[in-house]
């Protein structure tokens, strides 16, 4: 085939599991985690790395900030054969036992952001696969550290979301906050949504674990609010769910 556009591969990977970091900074550090790891590709804001998990190719891709590069580096993705995704990146707690340094599992996601709506309508919820949010929290517990499963607010505007005040629907967006905190979310990030839409009209099976870097509302409430910007947990985590998926693959044929 043909490579692919915005990723610049084409099918001769022979992967069909991805690891999807936002940062292209992160992709060398996913990489080193694999066994085998090597330079893949790099164009626009996908840079790629291949390696294996229990014998499985396996490609560590950014996808950069936001549902519209997500949702096209999963499309071509699919179109080279993945069909297995899992994103790693980072959030902002919401929960208030949700704090710096622990893991979040989002099993579905809010669609308040604009990428999933030229999927599907807004009814349609967006939501992770079972077998892939199962191994993600295993793996995160396996590691000893505090893991949360739930949901989580996916959003396009990090600064709506930190300075709503000087927005001009600040009322709104702070309206809708309280709402998703007191219906239970967990924490806040940018690409869930669209990788679970997309994977569900793909008929990939997708799921998303996240490293809380802080929690602005238990800042708000002047509880001890720990900061943590390393990911290797999560890292950790989601490279031990693929080699759980990759056995169960193997064990189901």
Request: charged share 20%; proline share 4%; with cysteine.
């Amino acid at each position: 085939m043909e490579k692919m556009y915005h990723v610049g591969f084409d099918d001769s990977h022979g992967a069909k599991y991805a690891i999807l970091p936002g940062d292209p900074g992160r992709v060398e550090k996913i990489a080193g985690f694999l066994d085998n790891p090597r330079f893949h590709c790099q164009n626009r804001e996908y840079t790629t790395w291949l390696g294996e998990v229990e014998g499985e190719k396996v490609l560590a891709m950014s996808t950069g900030m936001g549902g519209p590069s997500t949702a096209i580096g999963v499309e071509e993705l699919y179109q080279t054969g993945v069909r297995t995704f899992i994103r790693i990146g980072t959030c902002g707690g919401m929960a208030t036992p949700v704090m710096g340094g622990d893991l979040v599992v989002a099993n579905a996601a809010i669609r308040m952001e604009g990428t999933s709506k030229e999927y599907v309508p807004i009814e349609f919820p967006a939501v992770s696969n079972i077998d892939v949010t199962n191994a993600l929290v295993a793996a995160g517990k396996g590691l000893g550290v505090a893991t949360h499963c739930g949901v989580v607010q996916c959003k396009d505007s990090f600064y709506g979301q930190h300075s709503p005040e000087r927005m001009p629907v600040g009322e709104e967006l702070m309206g809708k906050w309280r709402s998703w905190i007191m219906a239970g979310c967990l924490a806040s990030e940018m690409e869930s949504s669209a990788l679970f839409i997309v994977s569900a009209v793909l008929g990939a099976r997708a799921g998303c674990i996240l490293n809380v870097c802080w929690n602005q509302e238990r800042k708000r409430q002047g509880l001890s609010n720990p900061e943590c910007h390393d990911t290797t947990m999560a890292i950790r985590a989601a490279v031990e769910a693929v080699r759980i998926l990759v056995r169960q693959d193997k064990a189901e044929g």
